[in-house]
């Protein structure tokens, strides 16, 4: 939940319009005494007056001043989505500025390690580190700096508008998350910032074709996977299809591990419920996939996602809540492989038939 809900009446309608007006109007003053009145009606607001206003909230964020509290405004879009507004109305202006305060805050780290020593570690992502000194030392227009700075700064703050979105709409997945992805990774990879959640969001794979091989029993399997928030949701899925379905032996999950991840309805805060491991997860080259990781880690091999189960090495268990709670995942199993086709896969492995 972005927002706890504040009781306090306030006449959203209007309030909105008026800072419709004086965005247009480029009115800074009443801009910001609006955008306040605006927050604080929001979060009094029934689920019915928020539908309408996401969309409005987000299509202000290109016309913020991009040093303005624009990761704030999304906040309030995506507080709008998670009362019912729809996703794909406000996904595009969302996961815009998502990506810009990316790459602004990529932009950031490069400036600043140009400017700067051997060792010279980028500093912590707090508003605190910016002065004047700060400013000059990334260089260029004062303005594009601080802009760069602030982007370094607040850029986790779109991380939950985005995932609004993100969760709860397959379609805004294939329209914007391939391109988001590196940059958010690569940001993530200088360890001054929290991006799991994103990444991990914008790596979800939809009506996505695996090939599994179950190399104990020399089976295989064609399965289609989509909405999956990491490899525990996977792991379950897979034991559930296979295992549950009677293709391979093992144990399979219980009924309650399958339903947490599956259902459409989330469950509220975190639950006692257990899943155990069926398989060892393995690449072609027999590299471990962890449980840690994602359906993407899935190497493709002749266009298909190829994944290999093995007996599990250990015993090995996990909280069976999903990763995302507002988005179930599916993993069908659509056909049976012949052997000549297992025998083919298998030559893609570091095993024989």
Same mark, same amino acid.
């Given at each position: ?247 391979? /032996?093992?144990?399979? $999950?219980?009924? &309650?591990?399958? *339903? #947490?991840?599956?259902?459409? @309805? !989330?469950?509220?805060? %975190? ?23 994602? /359906?993407?880690?899935? $190497?493709?091999? &002749?266009?298909? *996602? #190829?994944?290999?189960?093995? @007996? !599990?090495?250990?015993? %090995? ?37």
């Amino acid at each position: 939940m972005i927002f706890r809900r504040k009781q306090k009446p306030a006449d959203l309608a209007a309030v909105m319009l008026e800072l419709e007006q004086a965005v247009a109007a480029r009115d800074g003053d009443r801009t910001e005494r609006v955008f306040n009145a605006a927050m604080s009606g929001l979060q009094s607001a029934t689920g019915t007056e928020c539908v309408p206003v996401g969309p409005r909230l987000a299509a202000l964020l290109p016309a913020f001043p991009p040093t303005g509290p624009r990761p704030m405004l999304a906040t309030m879009a995506g507080f709008c989505v998670e009362r019912g507004a729809d996703p794909a109305a406000c996904a595009e202006p969302l996961l815009n500025g998502t990506y810009r305060d990316l790459l602004d805050a990529l932009e950031f780290a490069r400036r600043w390690a140009v400017a700067g020593g051997a060792g010279d570690e980028l500093p912590e992502a707090d508003e605190k580190i910016i002065d004047d000194a700060l400013i000059a030392r990334l260089g260029g227009e004062a303005h594009e700096a601080l802009r760069l700075a602030l982007a370094w700064c607040s850029v986790e703050q779109w991380q939950p508008p985005a995932l609004a979105v993100l969760c709860r709409s397959a379609e805004v997945r294939r329209r914007h998350a391939s391109a988001i992805l590196p940059a958010c990774r690569n940001l993530a990879a200088l360890e001054r910032h929290d991006l799991k959640c994103l990444a991990y969001a914008l790596a979800i794979l939809d009506d996505e074709p695996l090939v599994v091989l179950h190399r104990p029993t020399g089976t295989g399997f064609e399965v289609r996977i989509g909405g999956i928030g990491d490899n525990f949701q996977l792991h379950t899925l897979l034991a559930h299809v296979l295992v549950g379905g009677g293709h391979v /032996p093992g144990t399979a $999950p219980s009924a &309650e591990s399958v *339903r #947490l991840a599956t259902d459409p @309805e !989330p469950a509220q805060g %975190r639950t006692g419920a257990i899943a155990s491991g069926a398989f060892e997860l393995l690449t072609p080259d027999g590299e471990r996939i962890w449980n840690e990781g994602l /359906p993407d880690d899935i $190497p493709v091999v &002749e266009g298909r *996602r #190829l994944l290999v189960l093995d @007996e !599990p090495m250990y015993s %090995r268990s996990w909280n069976a809540d999903r990763f995302f709670p507002m988005l179930p995942g599916t993993a069908e199993l659509t056909r049976v492989l012949s052997a000549d086709e297992v025998k083919t896969w298998l030559t893609y492995t570091c095993w024989t038939s």
